[in-house]
T-cell receptor, first 113, second 118 residues
């Protein structure tokens, strides 16, 4: 089984709708991240969480919110989706022990019409 | 702030050709450097990393050397295969300073698409 899972894998929604992307991990890591990937722009950090009570904004947090329900779960919400939020979204985890390697989920492809 | 610049793609090669993908960075402190690979339809996975100057990371025939004097971490492979076709990302870790304490965040380059033909 995959260590980092994301649901759904694909989603089509309409402008103005609220949607939630979910991430779960079995790696036992404290740190979790949400990124979006756009062609030619690499990965940009939306939010990150170093433990259940520590949530921080990344470089592009406007229009997004997150919830860390447990060590293993980190959800990303789009309160009112807009077309320029069409992108590939990745969740990642890392360990607090000083190894900065991040482990990625398979991604959620989101299309906002 | 920190930044990573990768060579423009896409890169198209024939099988068994030599590969170089350039990566340069701007950072304060002493970051760790990474190469991640993204195969079609998948998430990113770590290819190799180096944690201090002059370290060489290697994996699956790929190599990269941490060059602090030129702020570079170029990815190389002597003989590429069709299965190496993917998007490659260079990244660096945010660090607090000379002590090397990490903030725990990565900054990514824009990615380089590699296509290898038989």
């Amino acid at each position: 089984d995959a260590d980092v899972t994301q649901t759904p894998r694909n989603r089509i929604t309409k402008t103005g709708k609220r949607i939630m992307l979910e991430c779960s991990q079995t790696k036992g890591h404290d740190r979790m991240y949400w990124y979006r990937q756009d062609p030619g722009l690499g990965l940009r950090l939306i939010y990150y969480s170093f433990d259940v009570k520590d949530i921080n904004k990344g470089e592009i947090s406007d229009g997004y919110s997150v919830s860390r329900q447990a060590q293993a779960k980190f959800s990303l919400s789009l309160e009112s989706a807009i077309p320029n939020q069409t992108a590939l979204y990745f969740c990642a985890t890392s360990d607090r022990t000083g190894d900065e390697t991040q482990y990625f989920g398979p991604g959620t492809r989101l299309l906002v019409l | 702030g920190n930044s990573v610049t990768q060579m423009e793609g896409p890169v198209t090669l024939s099988e068994e050709a030599f590969l170089t993908i350039n990566c340069t960075y701007t950072a304060t402190g002493y970051p760790s450097l990474f190469w991640y690979v993204q195969y079609p339809g998948e998430g990113l996975q770590l290819l190799l990393k180096a944690t201090k100057a002059d370290d060489k990371g290697s994996n699956k025939g790929f190599e990269a050397t941490y060059r602090k004097e030129t702020t570079s971490f170029h990815l190389e492979k002597g003989s590429v295969q069709v299965s190496d076709s993917a998007v490659y990302f260079c990244a660096l870790s945010d660090v607090l300073g000379a002590g090397g304490t990490s903030y725990g965040k990565l900054t990514f380059g824009q990615g380089t698409i590699l296509t290898v033909h038989p």
